[in-house]
Each structure stands twice: as structure tokens, then as C-alpha cells.
């Protein structure tokens, strides 16, 4: 929706009304037809000018924030002139931009100029004394009595009565009532509910993101007990590892990624403390309306505790470009469009994104509303902290004097102190003549970029010595000691011995227990100032304006200077009718495989109606009821009979709805990417269970890492359990994303992901029976079968190995074809010699590696069944 969309329909607003000017109606014929008919704003004039113009050709014609739907804004004096003026085509500056009367100057500046019929229709509309209809704004819908009404998703959330049903036996909570009452209206029943077993693998994947092991299938079905089922509930989402499931989804939406992309992709150390925060933050509960607020203010609270500055990593999520030679305002520019784009998305349901270069093509927000959506976060500036976790701080106290007293003694000996000022003042000098220092310019430039730790080494060297916090002090002399190269010759170098000091300053950062780091932001000194950008690009200021949120939306009240938390409690207050309803969409999207608004990430006009509008009603005022809490609609969905049917799919619905948009049946979805990998590991007992942390990476396929630009990335491959930790914790990069993940539809890291793609593929075929995880828990699970059900005959191995895998047992038919497949392994691996080696390597005691071998096999098929990687 860019610079040509924006020509051919924000700017046909202007264009419509100018384009007459020049030369008066098209035609003989026009002209008569014009000034007889009766020219209605809403039928003729209103799809013209269905947008607002954000700019003409030359840099002094700008129509920024000038809205020609609304009267009292297109009457007002600009351009050279009045813009509209009632009853005189000739004399509205309108007319004369779109009819192109000056030279260069015409509207739309890009894309299919506006027809003569359009410019006639424009022009017949003023000569009649453009008469508006009053009222109506961009937000509205007409309903089927032709009345003006608001968009659904813009009208404030009411909580709807419960709809009263004829099969009331049926309903366990609020949520059945509605279902039911569609179901009912269409003819249909629900579904009978899902077999014991089948509900709590079902609950346990939906909650945790595990699936239950053979003891707790085995105690929950000899539980009788009628409150067995909400029993199962409160301990998973008394889990800590609901908040790695439900954290997985979160952080779709926040982009999160541990390297920066763009072509350099440097790794971000510090990434995965936001994550951790999020974590925690959803085993806990935190309310969402605070949940909120700590990630995109906790900075601004007072008191503001480090958890809650580390929650404002949320917008360090960005892409960063730090390649040598970028401009660093454009780039901060871009990262702040994203910024705002994001919180759009994420809260509102809405593509506000799309108005950075043009008011938005279909919903009722205008470029200068994006604008001043995006001054909230205009000037926040980013900051590292110390964010340390439980237990780090004591070692970090004892062994800091120790610590900084050799450091001290290696930047003495070495002769920092003395040569370290006279660089500095020249690296400024460089900076401020850029051209005259050639090897200078190439240090002070890569200074931004490759401090440890990643600060703006520039930042660092503009502050006075005497104000420079202790670590950016040591960052400045350590980055001096491994660049000091670049403005001296290999021999003038080799006498400082600064290679040496280098290597010993690493070895000692090796031996000290630093505390973990956030990467957060914090409010800016003097506040930038923030212009609406000509066709949104980043050099070309337009019209200054304040921080506000969309007009059509209301306001924050704080007169245009209204800050990150004022916005922040403002998407979490009753005047903001989405941010409830987009949420428990986004919850219910989970659940059943598509959201009630099938578009999760648009609740504007273009996106689809809700298929059960009260129920979404009623979601988002529970929400808001129960003090923002997430567990408590968890609870609500996987408790009521609606989540609990069966999956089996019914033949009478097929045709009516095939998408199960009633809600006449659960769905049978594939596992997200995550998931898949995360149960291979758990039913093979490879799966190391710890929750947060910091990012790991387990062992890529061979060339993977060499993909990366240039020489590649750096892996280096984790070593002992952190192999097979939750998927959760492996390091995205993001120009080389983790092979399995990547083919399994985990999405870029590079915007907001609301909802996931479920693709069906060869590739995934073949990573589920050759990836070389896949391959080590098949061994795994064999040996564990083996060990676990020692002595035993094969079917009663079998069965094991099913409830590990299915938590269920073998039925008769799967006994006896896989026991043909068993016999027919074992001769096939007792006549191969190398067999045995290749597919068991381990001798272990007490287990047969042909025995072995054969499992290995049998537990290839198990982890490959559709049963297996689906949640019913």
C-alpha cells in the first residue's frame, strides 16, 4: 500500500476535486449532466475522495492533515489558496492541482491521473455548493436499513447476555450457550465429547506444550472422580511450562529473534532475558493490561523495578542495520516505523503500518494519525542494563575487586591510560570533518558497531571521560586495545603488544561471573521532534506533530504530548474497544485452529466478520471482568463442552461448513514446529525439562552455517543437555533460521506473526525420518523401551513404547502388523554385520544391539505416525 497505491486512491482525493479546474468540464454533454443532477457526497463524491492527500509535487505543497471528507477541515485556507470553496470550481485550489493548471504541480503525483468524468463529477459537486454529509466518518458501515452504523470492531465492548438454547444440558460455561445458539440456528448438535485419553493429550499439548507421560495417562483414567478433568486443568496451568507454550506465541507476535538480520546478522546476547521475563511473566499471570503496560512503558513507571525495564525489550525486537556506510537517522527511522506498526498489529487488529507513506487505503487511519501513533516511541532511545537473575549476584560481588583490580593492572602495563586520550581526540575530530582522516573515518565509523556488548561505541566516545559510567569506560579501552591497528602500520603496531593484551583482557572476562544483560529503552532526554514524512520517507519532513492515538478512536487527553504509559493504559482502558477483543481472538485461534475474526491481524473493514460476534463480545468483557487474566479464559475455553467434542470430522457438515466456522466439532491440527521436535524429545526422555534461560544451539546440518552472508555465521554448537532443551530456546537467527523450525512454518522474525501457517510438505517428511535429532531420539526411545520393559514379550514392549509415544496401547491390528514388521527387521539386521553398529552404536548393559537395532526401526515409525505430530 505504498507511493502507487497511494497515488491512485489516498491521493484520488485531491485528484478528484482538482483535476476539473483547467479546463472546466470535459465535455458539452458532462457539463449538462452535471449541473441538472443532484450530486450526492456519499453515492459520487465520497469514493474520490475516500482518503486524505498527503502531498503534492514541490516541497512546499503538502496537504498533511488535511482530511476533504470533512468540512471543517477542507474549508480551510493552504495551497496558495482555499482549498474547497462552495459554489466555485475556478476559484478551489483542489480543482487546480488536480486538473494539473501549473506545470509540475499536478495530483496524484504517481499512478492514473483522475478521469474527466471523475474531475467533472468533483468539480459539479463544489459549483453546487459542496454540501458534505455531515457526520459520517471513514469508521462507519451502513446496515441493511441504509443507516449509518460503526464499524463493528470500533464500537465499544459490551458484555452480551447469555443467548438462551433448547439442548441447555449440553452447556458448562458461557461459552456453550453461544456456540450452541449458532448450531441450533443452522440446524445442527455438537459433537459428542472427545475420548478420556484423547482430552488429555489434547489439553496437555494446548496448555504445556508436552504431552502427558504413560503415569499421568495412567492416573488420570483410573480418575473417576467427576472433577477429574478440572483437576487436569489446574495443574497444567499451574505449570511452569504453560508460560513456555503460551511465551511461543507471544513472541510470534513480538518478533523476537536473537540476531539483528539485515546483512551483517550479528548475534544479540542479551535477547533471550525479554524472553525470560515473558515467561514468567504468563506463569504468573501477570494481568494482561500490565503485561502491557511493563512492555511498552515499564520504563516510565514510577519506581520502575529492573524486571519491569527488562519488559521493554519488547520494542528492541526490531531489525537492526549496523553495516558500515548506512545512515544511522534512516535506519533509526525504520526501526521506529516498525515500532509503531508493531503495537498496531499486536494490540489494535489493525494495519495502521500501511498509512506510513498514505492514509490507509480502507480504515479510517490517516497519515498523520500514523504519525502521531509514531511519536510515542520517537524518542525512546535503547539501553543496556544489568538485569541479573536469582543466584548471580553474590559470585558477582566477590569476584569484582578481584576482577577490576586486574583489569587495572593489564591497561597500566600495557600503556592504555597514556596513548587511548590522544586517539580519542582524534576519532572525534573525525567525526566531526568526516574526509580528512581516511583511516580515522573507517575506525570512528565502525565504532558504532562493533563495541562489545553492542553499544554505540559513539556514543561512549561524545561523553566526557569524568561522565562515563565504569563499563563504558572499560568498553571504550577494550575496543581501542583491538583496533588501535587501524591507524598504525603492522610494525608501529606490533610494539604496543595489543594483541596480547587483548587476549589476556579475554581470558580474565572469561574467568569473571558477569550478570545477565537486558536490552531495554528508556525515555530521552530532550524529546525529538516528529513530522508527518512526505510518502513516508524518512528525509522528507513534513507537517511537526504531537504523540496522540487515531482519531477516529478517541484521544489519550494529554493534548498532543502524551507519552509511552499514557498510551500504554489507554490501549488497556475501557475507551479502547479492541485491544480485549483481539486478544481472546488471538487465545481462540490457538484452540481451534482459526480465531472467531478468521483475520488476526485485522479487525479493520478489509478483514473478516466475526462468525460468533456476541461470543467475541463476551470473551473480551470476561477478560476485562476477571482483572486481564489469561489463565482465566484458558481456563474458560479447555473447560467448556466446546473444546472438549470430538474431532471427527461428520459428513452432513462437510458441505455446509466445511471450516467448522460453527464450531460443530473440535479440529485435528498439526503440532507447530516447536511442538514436534519438543515431543520427540519428551517421549524418547531426551528432553531436558529446565525452564528460561539463555539461548542454546544444537548441532545444524552440515554447510547450514556457511549460508549466511559472506563467511557465514558463527555456531558454535551447544554442548551436554542444552542440546535438547525446549525449542523455544534455540537461537533464531534470522538470515539462517534453524533448518526444522524453518521448514515446519515458525515465521520470520521480521514482523508481528498473529497466526502460523500449516503447510504440508516433502521436506517435512523427510526431516521427520532423517534429521539427525529425529534419528538419536528413535535410538533413545529404543533403548528406553528396552530398559524400561525388561524381559518382556514384544507386545507388551510395544504397548510401552505406544504410551510413550500415543499414551495409548496398541490395538490388535497395529500388534499384528507391526510384529510382522518386527520379525521381518530382526532377519534383515541379523544377515548385515554392520547393521547393528550403524543403527545402535552404544553397547549398553543388559540390552542386545540387535534387539536394539530392530526398536530403532520400530521407533522411527511410531515418532513418523500422523497421530504422532497432530493434536487430536
Known amino acids: 500500500m505504498r507511493s502507487k497505491v497511494l497515488g491512485i486512491r489516498c491521493l484520488t482525493l485531491i485528484l478528484a476535486s482538482l483535476a476539473v479546474l483547467a479546463g472546466g468540464y470535459a465535455n458539452g454533454s458532462e457539463v449538462a449532466a452535471a449541473a441538472e443532477a443532484r450530486i450526492d457526497f456519499e453515492r459520487d463524491v465520497r469514493p474520490i475522495l475516500s482518503a486524505r492527500c498527503h502531498t503534492c ?521 479492541l485491544t480485549a477483543r483481539v486478544t481472546v481472538n488471538r487465545i481462540w485461534q490457538e484452540y481451534f485452529g482459526r480465531g472467531l475474526v478468521s483475520t488476526s491481524d485485522n479487525f479493520g473493514t478489509q478483514g473478516e466478520r466475526p462468525s460468533h460476534p456476541e461470543l467475541l463480545d463476551w470473551l473480551g468483557s470476561e477478560l476485562v471482568r476477571s482483572g486481564w487474566s489469561l489463565k482465566h479464559i484458558h481456563r474458560l475455553i479447555t473447560s467448556s463442552a466446546t473444546y472438549r467434542q470430538s474431532s471427527r470430522v461428520r459428513s452432513e457438515l462437510l458441505q455446509q461448513d466445511p471450516g467448522n466456522r460453527w464450531l460443530a466439532r473440535q479440529l485435528r491440527l498439526r503440532l507447530p514446529a516447536e511442538l514436534i521436535r519438543d515431543s520427540v524429545l519428551a517421549a524418547s526422555g531426551l528432553l531436558d525439562r529446565r525452564v528460561g534461560g539463555r539461548s542454546v544451539r544444537p548441532p545444524l546440518p552440515e554447510g547450514v552455517a556457511q549460508l549466511g552472508y559472506g563467511s557465514g555465521i558463527k555456531w558454535k554448537n551447544s554442548e551436554g543437555p542444552d542440546v535438547y532443551r525446549r525449542s523455544l530456546y534455540i537461537h533464531y537467527q534470522r538470515t539462517v533460521p534453524y533448518p526444522f523450525l524453518a521448514n515446519f512454518d515458525t515465521p520470520e522474525a521480521s514482523s508481528a506473526a498473529c497466526s502460523r501457517e500449516r503447510s504440508n510438505t516433502p521436506l517435512q517428511a523427510l526431516n521427520l525420518l532423517n534429521e539427525p535429532v529425529f534419528f538419536e531420539a528413535s535410538q533413545a526411545l529404543a533403548a528406553r523401551v528396552l530398559w524400561e520393559a525388561p524381559g518382556s514379550d514384544f507386545r507388551s514392549r510395544l504397548d510401552h513404547a505406544f504410551r510413550l509415544c500415543l499414551i495409548r496401547r496398541a490395538t490388535p491390528a497395529e500388534q499384528e502388523r507391526l510384529y510382522t514388521y518386527f520379525l521381518k527387521q530382526k532377519q534383515l539386521v541379523e544377515e548385515d554385520p554392520a547393521a547393528p553398529k550403524a543403527l545402535f552404536p552404544a553397547q549398553l548393559e543388559g540390552i542386545d544391539r540387535v534387539e536394539a537395532s530392530v526398536w530403532v526401526g520400530m521407533s522411527r515409525i511410531l515418532l513418523n505416525l500422523d497421530e504422532f505430530v497432530s493434536r487430536e
Open 57 to 577: 509535487h514541490g516541497p512546499t505543497q503538502q496537504m498533511n492533515g488535511l482530511r476533504l471528507d470533512r468540512r471543517e477541515e477542507a474549508l480551510q485556507g493552504g495551497l496558495s489558496g482555499p482549498v474547497i470553496v462552495p459554489g466555485s470550481s475556478s476559484e478551489s485550489r483542489l480543482i487546480q492541482l488536480v486538473a494539473g493548471v501549473e506545470k509540475n504541480r499536478i495530483m496524484p503525483p504517481d499512478g492514473d491521473r483522475l478521469s474527466d468524468q471523475e474531475i467533472s463529477r468533483l468539480r459539479a459537486w463544489i459549483d453546487q455548493g459542496a454540501h458534505w454529509a455531515e457526520g459520517r466518518v471513514l469508521s462507519e458501515e451502513t446496515d441493511s436499513s441504509g443507516q449509518a452504523v460503526r464499524h463493528w470492531a470500533f464500537q465499544a465492548l459490551r458484555k452480551p447476555e447469555q443467548p438462551l438454547v433448547r439442548y441447555q444440558s449440553w452447556v458448562r460455561n458461557p461459552i456453550d450457550a453461544f456456540v450452541l445458539a449458532r448450531l441450533e440456528s443452522e440446524g445442527f448438535e455438537p459433537s459428542p465429547e472427545a475420548a478420556k485419553l484423547a482430552l488429555l493429550r489434547r489439553a496437555s499439548l494446548d496448555l504445556t506444550g508436552l504431552p502427558p507421560s504413560p503415569e499421568e495417562s495412567s492416573e488420570f483414567l483410573v480418575d473417576e472422580g467427576g472433577r477429574a478433568y478440572d483437576k487436569l486443568l489446574d495443574r497444567l496451568l499451574g505449570s511452569e511450562h504453560y508460560g513456555e507454550k503460551w511465551g511461543r506465541h507471544w513472541l510470534d507476535q513480538a518478533r523476537y529473534a536473537d540476531s539483528d538480520g539485515y546483512e551483517k546478522d550479528n548475534p544479540r546476547p542479551h535477547a533471550w532475558r525479554y524472553r525470560h521475563w515473558v515467561i514468567n511473566a504468563l506463569n504468573r499471570d501477570l494481568p494482561f493490561d500490565q503485561f502491557t503496560i511493563e512492555q511498552l512503558a515499564g520504563d516510565l513507571l514510577p519506581g520502575a523495578t529492573t524486571e519491569q525495564k527488562v519488559a521493554t525489550g519488547f520494542h528492541r525486537n526490531t531489525l537492526k542495520n549496523i553495516e558500515g556506510g548506512v545512515d544511522v537517522d534512516q535506519y533509526r527511522f525504520e526501526e521506529v516505523i516498525d515500532r509503531t506498526a508493531t503495537v498496531g498489529t499486536v494490540w489494535l487488529g489493525l494495519t495502521v503500518g500501511c498509512a506510513q507513506c498514505h492514509d490507509h487505503k480502507y480504515d479510517p487511519v490517516s497519515q498523520g494519525d500514523f504519525y502521531r501513533l509514531f511519536s510515542f516511541f520517537n524518542s525512546a532511545d535503547e539501553a543496556n542494563i544489568d538485569a541479573p537473575l536469582a543466584g548471580e549476584m553474590g559470585p558477582y560481588l566477590r569476584a569484582l575487586p578481584e576482577f577490576e583490580r586486574k583489569k587495572k593492572e593489564l591497561l597500566e602495563q600495557y600503556g592504555v591510560s597514556e596513548l587511548q586520550p590522544p586517539w580519542e581526540a582524534k576519532l572525534r575530530q573525525a567525526g566531526v570533518a568526516p574526509g580528512k582522516l581516511p583511516l580515522w573515518d573507517l575506525t570512528y565509523d565502525i565504532l558504532r558497531i562493533y563495541v562489545d556488548d553492542g553499544e554505540d561505541g559513539q556514543r561512549i566516545l561524545h561523553t566526557d571521560p569524568g561522565e562515563r559510567t565504569p563499563r563504558d569506560a572499560y568498553l571504550l579501552s577494550k575496543f581501542f586495545v583491538k583496533n588501535y591497528k587501524r591507524v598504525l602500520t603492522e610494525e608501529e603496531f606490533e610494539k604496543t603488544k595489543f594483541k596480547e593484551a587483548s587476549e589476556k583482557l579475554g581470558a580474565l572476562e572469561e574467568s569473571f561471573p558477569g550478570l545477565s544483560r537486558a536490552q531495554t529503552i528508556k525515555r530521552r532526554r530532550i524529546p525529538r521532534k516528529t513530522h508527518i514524512h512526505l510518502r513516508g520517507q524518512w528525509d522528507h519532513p513534513g507537517l511537526e506533530v504531537g504523540s496522540e492515538i487515531p482519531e477516529f478512536l478517541g484521544s489519550v487527553g494529554a493534548s498532543g504530548a502524551a507519552t509511552r504509559l499514557d498510551l500504554a493504559r489507554w490501549l488497556v482502558s475501557p475507551e479502547n474497544p
